[in-house]
């Protein structure tokens, strides 16, 4: 079965610049997640979205925004990235507004030296 | 404000020891409780949704069971690869999308 896809697998940023993950949901999925997990600790929410408009907010900082587009993929853009935002990017999907069940991707492991 | 207790952090198990992992939680109003498994560097695989008290799954070696303030995951006879972190996590009613999770349980079991 198809499965929630992220791109790119590994980034590695210097300090200030920016950077773009790509998120590809379940095929009929319309609904998609975006989760941060530092090493060691559990995925922290940032945003999601639902028929391509926003649906729920986080702790996503103001550096970080992120839209999903007609196709339903979605995008994170991340400026003036910190040391402090290394961690794993998950990204979730799920079939319907309310859908219960999230599907996650395999990550993208972001760096930032 | 939500919130969800894993117990143990961390848990060895000998091969075919059976055991139970703990998700404590409080939310105002529980639309969903999930369990999730995750290896090292990869994404969270879904395992079961629960939304009642008295509710239980179970799959393979898993089983999970629901109260009104908790939710186990029991393993039974438990196998090497079945090493892994569980993560539980909650969705509260109100029109919220977003899980709280909790910090999981790191589960290793030996040959």
């Not at chain 1, 028929?51 to 196709?71: L, T």
């Not at chain 1, 290394?86 to 859908?99: D, I, K, N, W």
């Not at chain 2, 919220?96 to 999981?104: A, E, L, N, R």
Request: hydrophobic content about 30%; proline content about 5%; overall charge neutral.
């Amino acid at each position: 079965a198809a499965g929630v896809i992220q791109s790119p697998r590994h980034l590695i940023k210097e300090k200030r610049e920016t950077a773009t993950l790509k998120c590809y949901p379940i095929p009929r999925h319309d609904t998609v997640y975006w989760y941060q997990q530092g090493p060691g600790q559990d995925p922290q929410f940032l945003i999601s979205f639902y028929e391509k408009m926003q649906s729920d907010k986080g702790s996503i900082p103001d550096r970080f925004s992120a839209q999903q587009f007609s196709d339903y993929h979605s995008e994170l853009n991340m400026s003036s990235l910190e040391l402090g935002d290394s961690a794993l990017y998950f990204c979730a999907s799920s079939l319907g507004g309310m859908g219960d069940e999230q599907f996650f991707g395999p990550g993208t492991r972001l760096t930032v030296l | 404000e939500d919130q969800v207790t894993q117990s143990p952090e961390a848990l060895r198990l000998q091969e075919g020891e059976s055991s139970s992992l703990n998700c404590s939680y409080t939310v105002s109003g529980l639309r969903g409780l999930f369990w999730y498994r995750q290896d090292p560097g990869k994404g969270p695989e879904f395992l079961f949704t629960l939304y009642s008290a008295g509710e239980e799954k179970e799959k393979e070696r898993l089983k999970a069971t629901l109260t009104k303030k908790e939710s186990f995951l029991h393993i039974t006879a438990p196998k090497p690869e079945d090493s892994a972190t569980y993560l539980c996590a909650v969705r509260g009613v109100g029109g919220t999308y977003k899980y709280i999770f909790g910090t999981g349980t790191r589960l290793k079991v030996l040959a």
